[in-house]
């Protein structure tokens, strides 16, 4: 299993991942709780975490191109997100 992991910094970081979630829930399968969204894409998996002021992105899947595709899928959309459309993901491996 292939493991990345990432985050950005926000006042509305829960905001942003209810709203990133339910976006993703039009095409894929998506469970919430208070504080997190888990994301089953066909090529992987990402859990979405906010943590204070922080949301947290946990991406895995079963090889190095599926991880690739969730990630590109989170690079993509965070630009919908206004507050931080200007901050880049810097993914490191778990």
Not at 51 to 56: A, E, K, P, Q, T
Not at 79 to 90: F, I, M, N
Request: hydrophobic residues 40%; charged residues 30%.
């Amino acid at each position: 299993m292939h493991k990345e992991s990432s985050s950005v910094v926000s006042e509305k970081a829960a905001k942003y991942m209810t709203m990133l979630g339910k976006h993703f829930a039009r095409k894929v399968t998506v469970e919430f709780t208070e504080t997190q969204a888990k994301v089953d894409f066909p090529w992987g998996k990402a859990v979405m975490e906010a943590i204070d002021n922080r949301l947290n992105f946990n991406c895995e899947a079963d090889s190095e191109e599926s991880l690739a595709k969730v990630k590109c899928v989170i690079n993509d959309h965070i630009y919908l997100l206004k507050e931080v459309r200007g901050q880049a993901l810097d993914w490191q491996a778990v």
